[in-house]
């Protein structure tokens, strides 16, 4: 399996545009968390899918921020307007069944918005 | 407010010596304690996991796990510099908003430089 994936693995963005990233989940796993990583603030998880559905999204920062997931192969992360404070690397992980187990994690996509 | 607390570091140590890292949090009812690895510029790797009280050996790694004191830590024995990383602790919290669901937490991590 090629593990999780995510792309872009790098976007340079102007303030206010809108920013899409993408993860595509290992194949068989049901669960699909994404955070983002500063060094201020940690690994902190934006939101987490269960079969497709949002199970806990308070972590998204505010309205700017939205996650889809249409099907169990691909998962969206979108911001607009973005801002300079949105910079951060943004990782995607799945992990197998419900249950809290090792989280595989993608490569990440580090945003820098100027 | 569920947290996950870690000293920043960085920790320093000589090649060969014990790292000990800490970690501790604040939700009495977690079950699931989990180590990662992260190296600069990478995503975060499992290393060590544990669920009862006591000690889990894996090789040069060890992780013990205090529920009591709500605390866990991961000991490196025989310290390389390839161990020179960021290591994160990670706790799956129980969140109402969830549905009850828990929710993996994570400490900011703890820098560590195994030097020559």
């Known amino acids: 399996d090629a593990g999780v994936i995510q792309s872009p693995r790098h976007e340079v963005t102007e303030m206010g545009q809108e920013v899409t990233l993408r993860c595509k989940p290992i194949?068989?796993?049901?669960?699909l968390f994404w955070y983002r990583q500063t060094m201020m603030r940690g690994l902190e998880l934006l939101i987490y899918?269960?079969?497709?559905?949002?199970?806990?999204d308070s972590g998204m920062p505010e309205d700017r921020f939205s996650a889809k997931m249409p099907n169990a192969s691909f998962s969206t992360l979108k911001i607009q307007p973005s801002e300079p404070r949105d910079s951060a690397v943004y990782f995607c992980?799945?992990?197998?069944?419900?249950?809290?187990?090792?989280?595989?994690f993608g490569p990440g996509t580090r945003l820098t918005v100027l | 407010q569920k947290e996950v607390e870690q000293n920043s570091g960085p920790l320093s140590v000589p090649e060969g010596a014990i790292a000990s890292l800490n970690c501790t949090y604040s939700?009495?009812?977690?079950?699931?304690f989990f180590w990662y690895r992260q190296y600069s510029g990478k995503s975060p790797e499992l290393i060590m996991f544990?669920?009862?009280?006591g000690d889990k050996e894996d090789g040069r790694f060890t992780a013990q796990l205090n529920k009591a004191s709500q605390y866990v830590s991961l000991l490196i024995r025989d310290s390389q510099p390839s161990d020179s990383a960021t290591y994160l602790c990670?706790?799956?919290?129980?969140?109402?908003?969830?549905?009850?669901?828990?929710?993996?937490?994570f400490g900011r991590g703890t820098s560590l430089i195994v030097h020559p």
């Open positions: 992980a799945s992990i197998p069944g419900q249950s809290y187990n090792e989280q595989f």
């Open positions: 544990i669920y009862s009280n």
């Open positions: 194949s068989g796993h049901n669960s």
């Open positions: 899918f269960n079969n497709n559905v949002p199970i806990d």
């Open positions: 939700d009495r009812g977690s079950q699931s």
């Open positions: 990670a706790v799956n919290m129980r969140y109402e908003g969830s549905g009850g669901s828990y929710i993996p937490t």
